[in-house]
């Protein structure tokens, strides 16, 4: 069991190296507001420690172990992190080693060498001169107060070329006085049976604390962590969504649940449970930052990690969220999601109707019509789960429920070139029995469609004037008609209040758009008549 400052105890401890692993990811470089926000977000979530960076290696790291010092945590310490000595000179003259030392952190992170083919080929020095550098360094460091975390870098490579040396450099460090020994799979080669048998092997070689330091070329780096854990290591490290060089490190959004909710440990601080629920929030949190595109499949906290889309799912998991759902996703504030498709059933089909307060008969006319409609768009190349306002205007529509509150009757858009590309388009709509005009400019075809569109409603329908369109994207279907090929066009509105989709195909991108476009407007029209 690993004891944590502030007198809360947790069972395995959480380093996360987000902030030094994870920014040697390919496209990944923090602003030091950026690494002090994700500090304070960290400590909120409750991990142990948070691993800033290099105090040695560059400016930035220099002012934020500077500026880290004024953040208030309650349950992180901020660890530097840095190299052991280099051979030909002291402690005391190692400028990594004094850097340090000047960061003010009470916990210091020193990785060393512990594979021969490191210290013949790399650093090139002897093994007794490697054992030196990593026993003097981590004593240098507890002579001047510092509890230092050994990492033993490719150990489990180390271990594979030379069992004895890679011993003795985890003794080396342990006689210097480290507070954890971190076995660390460097290269993400080592498969899950090799670390277990090793991690034993260890365990029974070495007394104090180990923790594990996994990467994940082999896709294997959540597997080894908790096989790790199970084999007695009371020190995980972590990143953010798994950030981290090449294929990326441990993800602490995969780890952390399965260490609190399925083997029943305590890896956060506070109250068992409740730093859980942050996790999916912080996932986004750091995607957004960095203006990453968040995977939606991402096991725990992705939106898609609780998406059922089969008609056999969506109905069981209505019945018994546990037929279909390994745990409950509001654990770590995630929300479960019920797609309607050409796959869906009934039953995902009367769910999507209790959003909008309506209660259908599985068996009813109402869902069967819709259902069918349902599966003879997706065949033309619809794609209605992201676009549940489509959804919901067949429901209504189905139900007798008037759902278009104008139509487009014509339109046209040319594009010409001035010193930019201009396009021009004019509209006109009916509305009833009043008839309305209009005509505007815009950066593109589509975009003058949608201001010509608006201009041309918003005397009849001023509440549209709120509505904005928050994104818009267009696919390709088949492709195998090149530039003629069948799109799909998915609109995402919002009128500051609520977000709704809309979606249509053509072989004409304009038509596609022209008609998402209209849907989107009347939606929320139909949602003003039925004071939505």
């Not at 649940?257 to 083997?263: G, I």
């Not at 869906?344 to 009813?364: D, M």
């Not at 205007?393 to 040319?414: K, Q, S």
């Not at 989709?501 to 989107?520: D, F, P, R, V």
Request: glycine share 10%; proline share 3%; with cysteine.
């Amino acid at each position: 069991m690993g004891i944590s400052k502030l007198g809360q105890t947790v069972d395995v401890e959480v380093l996360d190296t987000t902030l030094r692993d994870g920014a040697q990811t390919s496209g990944v470089s923090f602003t030091l507001q950026e690494k002090l926000s994700i500090t304070s977000k960290l400590d909120e979530l409750g991990v142990s420690f948070i691993e800033g960076g290099w105090p040695g290696s560059n400016p930035k790291d220099v002012s934020y172990f500077k500026e880290a010092r004024r953040l208030k945590l309650k349950n992180g310490e901020v660890v530097a992190f840095s190299s052991t000595k280099r051979p030909e000179v002291a402690c005391e003259e190692d400028p990594n080693i004094q850097a340090l030392l000047d960061s003010g952190v009470r916990t210091a992170a020193i990785f060393g060498k512990s594979w021969t083919l490191h210290t013949r080929e790399i650093i090139k020095v002897t093994p007794e001169e490697n054992l030196s550098c990593v026993h003097d360094t981590v004593k240098y460091l507890r002579d001047h107060d510092l509890e230092v975390i050994f990492d033993a870098e490719h150990f489990f490579d180390g271990y594979k070329g030379s069992r004895d040396y890679a011993l003795a450099v985890l003794g080396a460090a342990k006689r210097g006085g480290a507070r954890v020994l971190v076995l660390a799979d460097t290269n993400g080669g080592t498969l899950t049976h090799e670390l277990t048998s090793i991690f034993k092997d260890v365990r029974e070689s070495i007394d104090g604390p180990l923790g594990i330091h996994a990467h994940n070329d082999s896709g294997l780096a959540t597997a080894n962590t908790l096989a790790a854990v199970l084999d007695g290591a009371t020190q995980v490290h972590v990143t953010a969504n798994g950030l981290g060089e090449r294929c990326g490190n441990a993800d602490m959004m995969q780890v952390v649940p399965a260490l609190e909710v399925k083997m029943g440990l305590k890896a956060l601080k506070g109250k068992k449970g409740e730093n859980l629920k942050l996790l999916s929030g912080f996932a986004r949190y750091v995607y957004a930052l960095l203006n990453m595109a968040p995977n939606p499949y991402q096991p725990y906290v992705g939106p898609k990690a609780f998406a059922h889309k089969g008609g056999i799912h969506v109905d069981a998991v209505l019945k018994n969220a546990r037929a279909y759902e390994h745990m409950d996703p509001s654990l770590v504030g995630n929300r479960r999601e019920l797609l309607v498709s050409e796959l869906a059933g009934r039953a995902a089909i009367t769910n999507e109707a209790l959003k909008l307060g309506l209660r259908l008969e599985k068996q009813g006319e109402t869902v069967s019509k819709t259902l069918r409609q349902i599966k003879e768009m997706e065949s033309r190349g619809y794609s209605l789960e992201s676009a549940p306002a489509s959804i919901h205007m067949l429901l209504y529509e189905n139900l007798g429920v008037r759902t278009t509150f104008f139509e487009t009757l014509h339109w046209m858009a040319l594009t010409r070139k001035q010193r930019t590309m201009v396009s021009d388009c004019q509209v006109v709509v009916r509305s009833g029995s009043d008839i309305s005009y209009a005509e505007a400019s815009g950066v593109g075809p589509v975009h003058a469609l949608d201001v010509a569109l608006r201009k041309a409603l918003l005397d009849k329908f001023p509440t549209l004037e709120k509505v904005s369109l928050a994104d818009y994207k267009v696919t390709v279907v088949d492709g195998g008609k090149g530039t003629a090929s069948w799109v799909r066009v998915l609109i995402e509105f919002t009128d500051g209040r609520a977000r709704w989709s809309t979606t249509s195909t053509s072989e004409n991108i304009l038509e596609a758009s022209a008609h998402a476009l209209t849907e989107g407007y009347n939606y929320r029209l139909l949602m003003d008549s039925l004071g939505g």
